[in-house]
């Protein structure tokens, strides 16, 4: 069965950092790109970064480089987004998802529609 199950989220302080975990099935992790997105209420997700099915690459959103990063635990079947630096804003709905088509494009893909699979989200709540 395929699935992704996110954890991590939870109530910090501005300025503080938070890595969420996005632990996949074998199927997912071996075969398909998987993304990080968040939503806010009432908005499309929108796209934070993604890794590659084959690990080789990255792609982090403009809004967020240089505070969020990503990496994967091959072990663990897990990608993790850690989130460094954190602001009011950033406080939103988390989720991972995963892109099935993800072997005929070179690239990661960002647009929402895109991903197949989703986690079951997780709330991040920064204070000031």
């Known amino acids: 069965q395929k699935q992704l199950v996110e954890s991590g989220g939870g109530l910090v302080q501005a300025g503080a950092s938070l890595r969420l975990s996005c632990t996949a099935s074998?199927?997912?992790?071996?075969?398909?790109?998987v993304g990080w997105f968040r939503q806010y209420p009432g908005k499309d997700r929108e796209f934070l970064g993604g890794?590659?099915?084959?690990?080789?690459?990255?792609k982090i959103a403009t809004a967020v480089k240089g505070r969020f990063a990503i990496s994967r635990d091959i072990a663990k079947k897990t990608v993790y987004l850690q989130m460094n630096n954190l602001k009011p804003e950033d406080t939103a709905v988390y989720y991972c998802?995963?892109?099935?088509?993800?072997?005929?494009?070179?690239?990661?893909?960002?647009?929402?529609?895109?991903?197949?699979?989703w986690g079951q989200g997780t709330q991040v709540t920064v204070s000031s």
């Open positions: 074998e199927d997912i992790f071996n075969n398909f790109d």
């Open positions: 998802a995963a892109d099935e088509n993800s072997r005929r494009y070179t690239s990661i893909r960002v647009d929402e529609r895109s991903f197949e699979f």
């Open positions: 890794i590659k099915w084959s690990g080789d690459s990255t």
